[in-house]
């Protein structure tokens, strides 16, 4: 079924399973790193127990205090509209374990106001992954 014929339910079912069976982690923050919305794969990333639990918290709060600077720095170009690459980091988790992800962030309307969609995946995982296959 095309979107455009689909009723503003199937869209919207539609948009909301393309996003839930993302292989990737996917959340919105404002610009003051607030998390807005997250898939069920971000969630998971970060070691939540659900959305509620990481709906609400602070971005900056599981950088790692040597990546925080790095991560902040991509803010402007972002805001300017440039294509970001994917970039490495690391980040703690809520249960404090540490891991390693890779992130891209793009600048997005987000119920009216400007804010950050950020793609990212847990590189600790596929490295374990490609360590089992070799």
């Keep these: 079924m095309f979107v455009g014929l689909a009723t503003p339910q199937q869209a919207k079912k539609m948009y909301k399973n393309l996003i839930e069976s993302s292989p990737e982690g996917l959340f919105v923050h404002d610009f003051a790193g607030r998390v807005l919305f997250a898939n069920s794969r971000a969630v998971h990333i970060m070691g939540a127990q659900s959305q509620e639990e990481f709906i609400g918290t602070n971005v900056l709060s599981f950088s790692l205090n040597e990546d925080a600077d790095t991560l902040k720095k991509r803010k402007a170009p972002m805001l300017r509209g440039e294509d970001l690459a994917y970039q490495e980091s690391r980040v703690r988790r809520m249960n404090g374990e540490v891991i390693e992800i890779e992130t891209k962030p793009l600048l997005i309307d987000f ?24």
């Design 111 to 134: 119920q009216g106001k400007k804010a950050a969609l950020v793609f990212f995946r847990d590189l600790t995982y596929h490295r374990q992954l490609e360590k089992e296959v070799v």
